[in-house]
């Protein structure tokens, strides 16, 4: 079975993790959740978009307050030039309309392939693999890439794949990453994957494990050579 359908039985239905009502707000909330948790940017947005809800109003925010709204998610200085200098482009480039194709996302500030490729896939609904920190380490561990550059993962991943799948796929994977394939201690006791996965790069030894919603693992018994 491939991968993208033993991800589509894993995860049937998801919805976008990053709260947002529009293009913009997506795309400032995907650069609020560089290096912090999708939980912490949703505690976070309301009060941001309830302040400057789309592009023009973040065009002319104040730093020390839009710092003092985000701070939680760290990075904070960053991201907030990150904000104002993307917001006041698609203002002074786009009329206020973030961009509907990569070739203009990424040239805005603070906004690179895997962004772009979010905003994309999730508000535009152009297929587009978002490649971030869980799909290359569980695409390597999978054999589905050897690269290490995310724009090289990308590029296999979208030969691998079916483009109506890339978009679907890539979230999984990445829902995937979090909740079995995890960075350390990978849950390969509990994949769907592990009757093929090559778990390339994985020491650690395969064990029975159960893997709920909220990501809590039970290690039990070691399993036999294969996994059955
Ligand atoms: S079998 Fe292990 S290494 Fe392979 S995808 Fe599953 S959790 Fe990751």
Known sequence: MAVADVLA????????????????QLLAATILSAQCTDAMVNRVTPALFSRYPDATAMAVADPAEVEEIIHRTGFFRAKTRSLIGMATAVVERHGGDVPGRMAELVLLPGVGRKTANVVLAQWFGVP??????????????????TETDPVKVERDLGRLWPRRLWSDTSLRLIFHGRRTCTARAPKCGACPMVGFCPRIGVDAPLLRVDVDADADARVGKRLPAGGQ
């Open 9 to 24: 039985e894993e995860f049937p239905t998801y919805r976008v993790p990053l709260d947002h009502g529009s293009a913009f």
């Open 128 to 145: 587009g693999i978002a490649v971030d920190t869980h799909v290359l380490r569980v695409a390597r561990r999978l054999g589905l890439t």
